[in-house]
């Protein structure tokens, strides 16, 4: 079972605000020691431009209440829009019960009231990291089975061009036993293997550019989605008599992160594939329909797959 305890401190990078000198001082020593990294403002203005600046390797926050400028509720409402899902720890020398109130609304991970012991410090952080923690360990294990997935897949596709390539040099070996030689056949035979060759090498960068992750939307066509899925997975969804059926009736173009929709549809595909096998489903079908819906009042075309 996974513990809250077990969550290592050196791994995060911590948002650290708070206006008093001594106070951020004292704090901002000890997480220099036992963090990643530290960023450290001084006000909810500048706690929030450091957030902005530096959001995708922020992994917490802990931060004052009453500050200039912005306050730590203030600045963690804004926040909050940026990322919805950041952990924060609000602390303050108050017990009010309005600013309790109104963490609560805005979904505020953890509050302390000042003085507090380090250790409560520490525990609150790996309280308010552990749901992200967890979130983490399942993608972890989700992309482990999906590389096994593809590991099998690569197997798949690569067997029937390893055998051609074994045939063809066998057969080499025995023209040449027999001192059956023609150039002609030779040179052939071994443009074949060139290509079974070249085939495998396309199937390794076809598979790398499908898990690759995407870093800008691109405009695709949802039926290129759709057959660059196949293209890895049909044959062997076909190896184990399951028949996958496409009803594609849409040419419009979608902007999108198109490799991560391709991983959406082969995840689907790959749950129906499970489901079929587990039922013990004879001549089992995967059905994959696309069309557009126009919404004309709002100008904006919905498609579904």
């Known amino acids: 079972m996974i513990d809250y305890k077990n969550i290592n401190i050196n791994e995060l990078t911590i948002l650290y605000v708070e206006d008093d000198e001594t106070i951020r001082g004292n704090i901002s020593a000890i997480f220099k020691k036992i963090c990643s990294h530290i960023y450290i403002g001084v006000d909810g203005e500048e706690g929030l431009s ?13 931060s004052d209440i009453n500050m200039p400028k912005l306050n730590g509720l203030q600045m963690s409402s804004k926040i909050i829009e940026l990322r919805y899902d950041i952990p924060i720890i609000l602390t ?7 600013y309790l109130l ?24 790996k ?8 979130k983490e360990r399942i993608l972890q294990q989700s992309k482990m089975a999906q590389m096994g997935e593809m590991i099998s897949m690569i197997a798949h596709q690569w067997r029937q061009p390893l055998a051609a390539i074994s045939a063809t040099t066998n057969n080499l070996s025995f023209k040449l036993a027999v001192n059956d030689f023609n150039k ?28 690759k992750k995407d870093t800008v939307k691109n405009k695709v066509y949802l039926e290129d989605i759709v057959h660059s899925t196949l293209s890895i997975v049909e044959e062997l969804t076909k ?12 040419n419009e173009q979608i902007e999108t992160f198109s490799n991560e929709l391709k991983q959406v549809l082969l995840n689907l595909i790959k ?35």
Request: glycine share 2%; aromatic share 10%.
């Open 50 to 62: 450091l957030f902005t600046k530096h959001q995708d390797t922020i992994d917490i926050i802990v």
């Open 92 to 98: 303050t020398a108050h017990s009010d019960t309005d």
């Open 102 to 125: 109104e963490s609560i609304q805005l979904g505020i991970s953890n509050y302390l009231i000042k003085p507090f012991r380090i250790d409560d410090l520490i525990d609150k952080i």
């Open 127 to 134: 309280q308010s990291y552990f749901p992200i923690y967890q």
């Open 184 to 211: 002609q056949i030779f040179s052939d035979e071994l443009n074949l293997i060139s290509q079974y060759t070249q085939h495998l090498s396309n199937t390794i960068n076809d598979f790398r550019n499908f898990f």
């Open 239 to 250: 190896s184990k008599g399951i028949k996958i059926v496409t009803r594609l009736n849409c």
């Open 271 to 305: 749950n129906a594939e499970d489901i079929i096998l587990e039922n013990n489903v004879l001549n089992g079908e995967i059905i994959i329909p696309n069309y557009a819906i126009a919404k004309s009042k709002t100008n904006q075309t919905y498609h579904r797959i």
